[in-house]
């Protein structure tokens, strides 16, 4: 290992070269945002990966989709990240799954972070559930563009979230509620052009992974385990959410008396 | 089988156990509680111990003996083992050494706790029972594999909190 | 969140074995062998009732598997929707009445499938 590579990050504490090492990050969906967020933490020094993603490289995600070249137009998705951690790190450890996450879900069991990338809320809500159920810190990432209305131009948004255990879930917060998700059903089969870019993808993927070296290190000394970051791509902001002036501590949907396998009660 | 166990625990959690099993108590020189668990399968040969609760043992229920740190009474024990069999749950005995230092099992902590904690495998088998011990600046577990009689390190211990604090054992 | 035991009976009356969990603040039935009508293929299998509303239904009834049924197609809109930690399935069917008692939403849905 190259002495050198890691003296620049020397600030996040005596030992995170070594725990960078040793943790293990999933990252579900590994498009726009997952893998400009598998890049960085190839970059920082992590070695120990679980990815998820049954897509291959089509034209469409050269806008943005790092690490993967013209030449990458149908081939999985989780190959070119694989090669993206290879040219970086010399022995990484890369669990592999070209499917969805529910079709191997016990993997994702061993990881101590999961960082998800998807495309709807209901995804995002069964991933929650099962981070939740095995006391899994969850970073969630996003954005959308809605189209223009009235002549106003789209509306370029996104977020970060971080969901930890016993604290507020995206449903605490507001960010996944029936309404969404309902609608987001009625619109099932109808997916049509879903807008994405390079640079919103970036700027949401790098705060993530800011967020969960925080995590890992605690190098800021910072206490406050609640995050939901809102961007807003037309201003270039990203603020706290005005929400979370409302938001409750502790999570009531997932309550610790639920963890572990399920078990169904006689009644 | 050599069974790879990581033990995840709330900061919540393991701020109320740490902290309950500092105070002082009348007469007894440490104090004992159980943190209670659920199992989470990964594969046939690791698992995750899940802690979801604290169960402190009432002032009234140690026994004076000034050749332990701490003796709880029989009444402690049928109450632990009834809060087993109420929630299906596994039990990690703990107390606290409070002094620095990697943790280890005192001889009487290894010739005490674990005939204790082998008879929760007969009240819920299917979950995973063991020890949990602190001390002032860390932490360390000793789990009974299902149907086995052995005491084995758990390998990882997390306390999942803000930060994360990850600890492998060897 | 507790559920009328009246309705729990019935239920178990309609059905049979009956358990019960929670994920995500909603209550889960399930149903380990629930009877499907004549000629359904397989002609039994798992389910998992969530009688609250979720994804724009009212109420949900989900299968371990997707079902063939005698005649006709069924929009089977829900794939390896995760929840408890396994992989259901559901067929788009949507009931407008509200305050449905459990085996009635289990009836209705059956209806679904003849």
Known sequence: ?267 | MNLNIHIKIPRTIYNTAKSDLSRNHPYALERVGFLFGKVGKINSVSKLILINDYFPIDDTDYIEDDQVGAKINSEAIHKVMQKILDTNSGALHTHLHNFPGVPSLSKVDKQSIPPLVRSFQHIVPSQIHGIFLFHSNHHKSWIIPPGANNIKLANKITVVGYPLSINIYE | MEWPEDQIEELKDFVGEVQIAEEGGKVYFLIPILQLPEQCKPNAVRALLCPTPRDGYKYRLFFAQIIEKPQGRLNWNSKNQRILEENWFAFSWRINRNNLRLSQIVADHLRGLR
């Open chain 1, 1 to 267: 290992m190259n002495e050198n590579r890691s003296s620049r990050q020397s600030f996040l504490g005596n030992h995170s070269e070594l725990l960078f090492q040793s943790v293990k990050v999933a990252v579900v969906g590994l498009g726009g945002g997952g893998s400009h967020i598998i890049q960085q933490l190839a970059h920082i020094g992590f070695d120990k990966y679980v990815i998820y993603d049954p897509q291959k490289v089509e034209e469409t995600n050269l806008n943005r989709m790092v690490g993967a070249t013209s030449y990458d137009v149908g081939v999985y998705k989780s190959t070119v990240m694989k090669r993206v951690i290879r040219n970086l790190r010399e022995n990484p450890s890369i669990r592999i799954y070209n499917s969805n996450w529910q079709a191997n879900p016990e993997t994702l069991r061993e990881a101590d972070i999961i960082i998800g990338c998807l495309d709807s809320f209901s995804e995002r809500r069964d991933l929650e559930a099962t981070a939740r159920r095995y006391l899994i810190p969850y970073l969630d990432i996003g954005m959308d563009v809605f189209p223009s209305i009235s002549g106003q131009p789209p509306r370029m948004v996104g977020q970060i979230i971080l969901s930890l255990p016993g604290k507020a879930c995206m449903q605490c917060l507001g960010y996944l509620n029936e309404t969404s998700l309902a609608k987001e059903a009625a619109q099932y089969g109808a997916a049509g052009y879903h807008p994405q870019v390079v640079w919103a993808n970036g700027i949401l993927a790098s705060t993530a992974v800011g967020i969960g070296i925080q995590l890992l290190t605690g190098w800021t000394g910072s206490t406050k385990p609640i995050i939901y970051l809102s961007y807003d791509g037309n201003l270039n902001t990203l603020n706290p959410h005005p929400r979370l002036k409302f938001v409750d501590q502790e999570c009531t949907h997932y309550p610790f008396q639920n963890i572990g396998d399920p078990t169904y009660r006689s009644i």
